[in-house]
């Protein structure tokens, strides 16, 4: 009986998990060393919460390439819909990469920051998610002050 009703549940399920749309399970997982962190990591190591926003996820979009583009050594390498993908460099040539998913609906971006190489990346993937949290949160906020008749 048990398996009649997981047979018959099984569909209902598997497309409201469709449905969800984009989210932090999109994100690849965080490997085992600590040199990355994602918001959509169980681990509280590597957990880091997902960037808030408001608005449209076109804006957001926008918002997050403006930001990632004024951080040196920074390439977005793909940018489409609701995913935005970039490259940061070291000063030493060490790659790192940074994943955002736009979550209109939910009103978040997932994001996922890691090192290509390396065991330890000695915080630098979470500094640089909460320094592009900080700037998004300006851009965001600056760009809602230009809006006709918002003054």
Request: charged residues 25%.
């Amino acid at each position: 009986m048990h398996t009649l009703l997981i047979f018959l549940l099984l569909p209902w399920i598997s497309l409201l998990a469709s449905a969800a749309g984009p989210g932090d399970a999109d994100l690849p997982p965080c490997p085992s060393s600590p040199n990355c962190v994602s918001s959509g990591d169980p681990d509280p190591v590597r957990r880091i919460d997902p960037i808030s926003f408001q608005g449209r996820e076109e804006e957001a979009r926008e918002a997050i390439e403006t930001v990632v583009c004024s951080f040196p050594r920074a390439t977005i390498v793909a940018a489409s819909g609701s995913v935005v993908r970039a490259e940061f460099r070291s000063l030493l040539g060490f790659v790192d990469d940074v994943e955002f998913r736009i979550d209109e609906v939910a009103g978040v971006i997932h994001v996922r920051s890691a090192s290509r190489k390396g065991y330890w990346d000695f915080g630098v993937n979470r500094r640089r998610v909460e320094a592009i949290r900080e700037a998004f949160g300006s851009v965001m906020e600056k760009r809602s002050g230009d809006v006709p008749g918002s003054r």
